[in-house]
Protein backbone atom coordinates (compact mmCIF):
# COMPACT_ATOMS: atom_id res chain seq x y z
CA UNK A 1 0.00 0.00 0.00
CA UNK A 2 1.35 3.23 -0.63
CA UNK A 3 1.88 5.15 2.03
CA UNK A 4 0.92 9.25 2.35
CA UNK A 5 4.52 10.16 1.84
CA UNK A 6 4.65 8.50 -1.29
CA UNK A 7 1.38 9.91 -2.43
CA UNK A 8 1.97 13.53 -1.62
CA UNK A 9 5.04 13.54 -3.21
CA UNK A 10 3.80 11.69 -6.76
CA UNK A 11 1.02 14.43 -6.92
CA UNK A 12 3.23 17.33 -5.96
CA UNK A 13 5.70 16.17 -9.13
CA UNK A 14 3.82 14.78 -11.05
CA UNK A 15 -0.34 15.89 -9.98
CA UNK A 16 -1.26 12.23 -9.80
CA UNK A 17 -3.32 10.44 -7.32
CA UNK A 18 -2.18 6.91 -6.99
CA UNK A 19 -3.89 4.97 -4.18
CA UNK A 20 -4.55 1.84 -3.56
CA UNK A 21 -6.51 1.64 -0.42
CA UNK A 22 -7.99 4.63 1.80
CA UNK A 23 -5.34 7.56 2.66
CA UNK A 24 -4.02 7.43 6.48
CA UNK A 25 -1.35 10.03 7.85
CA UNK A 26 -0.01 8.41 10.81
CA UNK A 27 1.92 10.08 13.46
CA UNK A 28 4.99 8.58 12.44
CA UNK A 29 4.79 10.27 9.23
CA UNK A 30 3.80 13.61 9.71
CA UNK A 31 7.25 15.34 10.02
CA UNK A 32 8.13 14.39 6.82
CA UNK A 33 4.66 15.16 4.92
CA UNK A 34 5.20 18.64 6.73
CA UNK A 35 8.56 19.38 5.51
CA UNK A 36 7.47 18.44 2.21
CA UNK A 37 4.16 20.62 2.45
CA UNK A 38 6.69 23.34 3.50
CA UNK A 39 8.80 22.57 0.43
CA UNK A 40 6.33 22.78 -2.32
CA UNK A 41 4.79 26.20 0.02
CA UNK A 42 8.26 28.08 -0.20
CA UNK A 43 8.30 27.15 -4.34
CA UNK A 44 4.80 28.18 -4.61
CA UNK A 45 5.29 31.38 -2.75
CA UNK A 46 7.91 32.50 -5.33
CA UNK A 47 4.96 33.38 -7.71
CA UNK A 48 3.10 35.12 -4.90
CA UNK A 49 4.47 39.07 -5.08
CA UNK A 50 4.26 41.14 -1.82
CA UNK A 51 5.52 40.52 1.58
CA UNK A 52 6.70 37.22 2.65
CA UNK A 53 3.70 34.86 4.05
CA UNK A 54 4.27 32.57 6.73
CA UNK A 55 4.16 28.88 6.28
CA UNK A 56 1.09 27.72 8.02
CA UNK A 57 1.73 23.79 8.91
CA UNK A 58 -1.47 23.22 10.20
CA UNK A 59 -3.76 24.84 7.33
CA UNK A 60 -1.43 22.82 5.22
CA UNK A 61 -1.96 19.38 6.31
CA UNK A 62 -5.31 19.36 7.16
CA UNK A 63 -5.63 20.28 3.41
CA UNK A 64 -3.48 17.49 2.23
CA UNK A 65 -6.00 15.13 4.09
CA UNK A 66 -8.61 16.77 2.95
CA UNK A 67 -7.47 16.49 -0.41
CA UNK A 68 -6.19 12.49 -0.50
CA UNK A 69 -9.56 11.46 0.94
CA UNK A 70 -11.34 12.81 -1.63
CA UNK A 71 -9.33 11.63 -4.52
CA UNK A 72 -9.85 8.14 -2.29
CA UNK A 73 -13.89 8.89 -2.27
CA UNK A 74 -13.57 9.61 -6.06
CA UNK A 75 -11.63 6.26 -7.31
CA UNK A 76 -13.54 3.87 -4.58
CA UNK A 77 -16.86 5.17 -4.63
CA UNK A 78 -17.81 4.84 -1.18
CA UNK A 79 -18.79 8.74 0.10
CA UNK A 80 -21.76 7.83 1.20
CA UNK A 81 -20.67 5.23 3.70
CA UNK A 82 -18.21 7.20 5.57
CA UNK A 83 -18.22 11.04 7.50
CA UNK A 84 -18.38 14.24 4.62
CA UNK A 85 -15.61 15.84 3.96
CA UNK A 86 -14.53 19.08 5.94
CA UNK A 87 -12.21 22.05 5.86
CA UNK A 88 -12.81 24.88 8.01
CA UNK A 89 -12.21 28.08 6.31
CA UNK A 90 -9.37 30.53 7.68
CA UNK A 91 -8.61 34.64 6.53
CA UNK A 92 -4.85 34.30 7.32
CA UNK A 93 -2.65 34.66 4.44
CA UNK A 94 -0.53 32.45 5.49
CA UNK A 95 -3.41 29.53 5.83
CA UNK A 96 -5.32 30.57 2.74
CA UNK A 97 -1.59 29.93 0.61
CA UNK A 98 -0.79 27.05 2.73
CA UNK A 99 -3.58 25.14 2.24
CA UNK A 100 -3.44 26.24 -1.22
CA UNK A 101 -0.66 23.90 -2.32
CA UNK A 102 -2.68 21.11 -2.18
CA UNK A 103 -6.36 22.83 -2.35
CA UNK A 104 -5.46 24.02 -5.99
CA UNK A 105 -5.76 20.07 -7.10
CA UNK A 106 -9.50 19.94 -5.75
CA UNK A 107 -11.16 21.24 -8.78
CA UNK A 108 -9.90 18.55 -11.25
CA UNK A 109 -11.76 16.10 -8.18
CA UNK A 110 -14.72 17.74 -7.97
CA UNK A 111 -15.30 18.13 -11.87
CA UNK A 112 -14.69 14.20 -11.82
CA UNK A 113 -16.95 13.86 -9.14
CA UNK A 114 -19.79 16.30 -10.98
CA UNK A 115 -19.21 14.07 -14.40
CA UNK A 116 -20.64 10.54 -12.42
CA UNK A 117 -23.96 12.75 -10.95
CA UNK A 118 -23.92 16.43 -10.08
CA UNK A 119 -25.98 15.46 -6.81
CA UNK A 120 -23.55 12.87 -5.04
CA UNK A 121 -22.26 13.36 -1.62
CA UNK A 122 -18.84 14.06 -2.85
CA UNK A 123 -19.88 16.62 -4.66
CA UNK A 124 -21.63 18.45 -2.02
CA UNK A 125 -18.96 18.52 -0.04
CA UNK A 126 -16.01 19.61 -2.39
CA UNK A 127 -18.67 22.50 -2.98
CA UNK A 128 -18.77 23.52 -0.16
CA UNK A 129 -14.88 23.31 0.91
CA UNK A 130 -14.58 25.21 -2.36
CA UNK A 131 -16.45 27.74 -1.67
CA UNK A 132 -15.36 28.33 1.81
CA UNK A 133 -11.67 28.87 -0.16
CA UNK A 134 -11.79 31.11 -2.55
CA UNK A 135 -8.32 31.38 -3.92
CA UNK A 136 -8.17 27.63 -4.52
CA UNK A 137 -12.45 27.31 -5.12
CA UNK A 138 -12.10 29.87 -8.14
CA UNK A 139 -10.42 27.56 -9.98
CA UNK A 140 -13.53 25.25 -9.95
CA UNK A 141 -16.13 25.14 -12.41
CA UNK A 142 -19.07 26.77 -10.30
CA UNK A 143 -21.87 29.21 -10.62
CA UNK A 144 -23.07 31.14 -7.97
CA UNK A 145 -20.70 32.44 -5.03
CA UNK A 146 -17.99 31.79 -2.73
CA UNK A 147 -19.27 31.67 0.95
CA UNK A 148 -16.14 33.19 2.40
CA UNK A 149 -15.45 36.21 1.26
CA UNK A 150 -11.60 36.55 -0.95
CA UNK A 151 -10.28 39.75 1.19
CA UNK A 152 -6.53 37.34 2.04
CA UNK A 153 -5.42 40.15 3.95
CA UNK A 154 -2.37 40.20 1.34
CA UNK A 155 -1.67 42.19 -1.96
CA UNK A 156 0.07 39.18 -3.88
CA UNK A 157 -2.79 36.41 -2.94
CA UNK A 158 -5.27 39.47 -4.30
CA UNK A 159 -3.14 39.53 -7.39
CA UNK A 160 -3.37 35.47 -7.41
CA UNK A 161 -6.96 35.28 -6.95
CA UNK A 162 -7.82 38.00 -9.34
CA UNK A 163 -5.54 36.04 -12.10
CA UNK A 164 -7.78 33.06 -11.49
CA UNK A 165 -10.43 34.74 -12.09
CA UNK A 166 -9.63 36.06 -15.11
CA UNK A 167 -9.05 32.46 -16.51
CA UNK A 168 -12.17 31.09 -15.21
CA UNK A 169 -14.09 34.35 -15.72
CA UNK A 170 -17.02 33.53 -12.84
CA UNK A 171 -18.80 36.32 -12.43
CA UNK A 172 -20.57 35.35 -9.57
CA UNK A 173 -16.88 35.33 -7.63
CA UNK A 174 -16.08 38.86 -8.89
CA UNK A 175 -16.04 40.87 -4.95
CA UNK A 176 -18.55 43.83 -5.56
CA UNK A 177 -16.07 45.80 -4.09
CA UNK A 178 -12.50 46.30 -1.92
CA UNK A 179 -9.11 45.73 -2.65
CA UNK A 180 -9.87 42.04 -4.41
CA UNK A 181 -11.71 44.12 -7.07
CA UNK A 182 -9.49 46.59 -7.67
CA UNK A 183 -7.02 43.57 -8.48
CA UNK A 184 -9.61 42.39 -10.47
CA UNK A 185 -10.24 45.72 -12.58
CA UNK A 186 -6.58 45.72 -13.23
CA UNK A 187 -6.10 41.84 -14.46
CA UNK A 188 -8.84 42.18 -16.79
CA UNK A 189 -8.30 45.55 -18.41
CA UNK A 190 -4.73 44.12 -18.53
CA UNK A 191 -6.24 41.31 -20.88
CA UNK A 192 -8.64 43.79 -22.21
CA UNK A 193 -11.63 41.76 -21.53
CA UNK A 194 -14.48 43.25 -19.58
CA UNK A 195 -15.28 42.39 -15.76
CA UNK A 196 -18.38 39.93 -15.70
CA UNK A 197 -21.29 41.95 -14.11
CA UNK A 198 -22.74 38.80 -11.32
CA UNK A 199 -26.36 38.13 -12.00
CA UNK A 200 -28.92 38.88 -9.31
CA UNK A 201 -28.66 36.65 -5.65
CA UNK A 202 -31.74 34.49 -6.99
CA UNK A 203 -30.10 33.60 -10.01
CA UNK A 204 -26.70 33.42 -9.28
CA UNK A 205 -28.31 30.51 -6.95
CA UNK A 206 -30.66 29.18 -9.06
Do not use: K
Not at 1 to 26: A, C, I, K, N, Y
Not at 131 to 149: F, M
Not at 192 to 204: I, R, S, T
Amino acid sequence: MHSFPEWLERLLSTGESVQDGPPSLVLSERRSVEGRLRAAFDQHALDVAGPPIAFDPDAALRAAEVLARACWLLVSGDEGTRPALALDPARAPGANLSADVTLRFLPVVHRRARARGPDGTLVIALDRILRAWPLSGVLADLDGEPVTAPDFGHPGLQLLYAERLAATGRAGWVPATGPVREWVERVFAERGVPVPVPLPQEDARA
